[in-house]
C-alpha cells in the first residue's frame, strides 16, 4: 500500500540523498509526533493534563520500561534490554554510505535547500545564532534534523507562541559539537549536545542512543534515525522522524510513570523528601538511583507495613536519601562532577570500566558504581551487586537510574562500601529499624541536645 510511498518519502528526506544510499528505513509510525507547541502549552501549565505529544513521548518511554523491568524476573538479571550497540553479525546501520550529502555545502546551505526539511530549516531561520552555528566552517558540527513528518501534527496556534529563548533551547538539543558519524554514535550511550543546562551544573544535556528492533539507531527511545551520515562542508546531519524535546526533571520523570514508581512517589511524598528536593534552590545536576514498585515488593510486607506506617516514616526517609545524590550526574560514558578547575568540569571517562563512589544524602554515605561495558553492552552495578535494570534515563536536573532492588544503607559506622552481598527480602521490621535508626533525623537533633 504506502509502503513505497512512505520509503520514497523518508528515503528523499533530504534531498540530495539517494534510495540507495539511505543506511535504513523505518516503515513504522513514528509513537512520538512531537510537537513544539504542545509541549510549551504543556509546561506553561504543569497542572494541565498532559498534552498529546506528552503522552506519546510517555507511553513510549513507559512501555520501554516496563518492558525492562518486568523481563528482569531473576535475581542477577544481566542488564537492560538494550540491544548492544554493534550487532555481531550485521553491519551497523550507516557504515560505508558516507558518499552522499554534500560537501561543498554547509549543514545550513543544506537543510535550508531541501524540500523534506522546511519546518526545521524555518525555526533554524528564526535564530542566528543556531543559523550561524550551522553555516560555520569555522568548527565541525552535527545536526539531528527532525523531517518535516515530525513536525505533522503541530497543532496551530496563532497567538501565543513559545517564546523564542524555548524554540532555541529545544533546537541546541538537536545539535552536538564535532563530528559525530554514525559508528561513533554507536560506540556512544549518551551523546552531549550544545544546550548546556545550569541545573546540570552548565555541562551539556545529552541525548540517549539504542539500537531498535531491525537495528535502527534510537535517540531517546522515540525518535529514530530515517537516514544517517549526510554529509556537509562542516560536519553531519541525520534525519530524525521524531523532535527531540528537553527532558523533564526527575521529579516529573518519576510522577509521570506511576506504574513503575508508584510506591517510590508515595515515600518521596510520605517522608516530604520530594518537596524537599523540589526546593533545593541551586540545583546543578544528580544522580537518582530510583526503585521500581518490584524493589519496594521484595522488601515483603512487614518491612513495607513498617515503613510506610506513621512510625516508620523517619526510617523510610533515611532509605529513601540513600538513592539520591545531588550534584554529581553519572550516565554510562559520562560522569559531571563538582566544579572545582574550570576545564575540570566533565570527566570523560574510559570505555571498558571505571568506577566511582557517589555520596549520598545520607549522610554523604557512598554508593559504589561500577560501570563495565563491553562489545556495545553496558552493565551498571552498585555496592557491587546491585545491578541497574534501566540505565541513562535524562533528565533536566540530573540523570535517573532504575532498580529493581533497594539500596541498602551500609552499617553508620562502617567505612567505604559495602564488600559482601547484602539483599533485604521479605525482612522483618527489626532488621530495617537496627540498621536504619542511627541515620535518623530527628536522633541526631536529640543527640546534639544531650
Ligand atoms: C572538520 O572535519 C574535517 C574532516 O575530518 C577536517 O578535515 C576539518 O579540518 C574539520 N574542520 C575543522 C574546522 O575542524
Known sequence: MKLPVLFAATAAALATVHHEQVPFIDQHINPAESAVQDWWDTLRNPSSLLSPVERKVTET????????????????????????????????????????????????????????????????????????????????????????????????????????????????????????????????????????????????????????????????????????????KNGFIHAVDGILVPPPTQAKIISLLPTTFSTFSLALEKTGLGEE?????????????????????????????????????????????????LGETLYSDAFYKPKKDDDEKEQNVETGYWHVDLPSLLDDKAIAVDVKSWKGFVTITLNGFNKVAFKDGLASDGSVHI???????PHKHSRGVPTKEEEWVDVSEEVVIKRLQPYLEEEKEEMRDL
Do not use: C
Not at 111 to 140: C, M, P, Q, W
Not at 161 to 177: C, D, M, N, R, T
Open 61 to 232: 518511554i513507559r512501555r520501554t520500561i516496563n518492558n525492562v523491568v518486568d523481563l528482569d524476573d531473576t535475581d542477577d538479571n544481566e542488564d537492560d534490554n538494550d540491544h548492544p550497540h554493534q550487532p555481531p553479525h550485521r553491519r551497523p546501520p550507516g557504515r560505508g554510505h558516507r558518499h552522499h550529502g554534500d560537501k561543498t555545502k554547509t549543514i545550513y546551505d543544506q537543510i535550508k535547500e531541501s524540500r523534506y526539511t522546511t519546518k526545521f530549516a524555518k525555526l533554524v531561520e528564526e535564530h542566528d545564532e543556531i543559523k550561524s552555528l550551522l553555516d560555520d566552517t569555522g568548527a565541525n558540527h552535527t545536526i539531528f534534523v527532525p523531517t518535516d513528518k515530525a513536525f505533522d501534527r503541530i497543532p496551530h496556534h496563532p497567538k501565543d507562541p513559545p517564546p523564542k529563548e524555548f524554540i532555541l533551547a529545544l533546537l541546541k538539543y538537536h545539535a552536538l559539537a564535532g563530528l559525530w558519524p554514525v559508528p561513533r554514535i554507536l560506540h556512544s550511550y549518551t551523546l552531549p549536545t550544545e544546550l548546556s543546562l545550569e541545573t546540570l551544573g552548565d555541562n551539556p544535556q545529552r541525548l540517549r542512543v539504542n539500537l531498535g528492533l531491525f537495528f535502527t539507531l534510537h535517540i531517546n527511545l522515540y525518535s529514530k534515525v530515517v537516514a544517517g551520515n549526510i554529509e556537509a
Open 403 to 409: 532498580i529493581n532492588k533497594v539500596l541498602i544503607p
Open 277 to 325: 528536593l523540589e526546593k533545593e534552590e541551586k540545583r546543578s545536576g544528580g544522580t537518582l538511583f530510583a526503585p521500581t514498585n518490584k524493589a519496594f515488593q521484595r522488601l515483603g510486607p512487614m518491612a513495607n507495613a513498617f515503613l510506610f506506617s506513621e512510625r516508620g516514616k523517619k526510617y523510610l526517609k533515611a532509605l529513601l536519601k540513600y538513592h539520591v545524590v
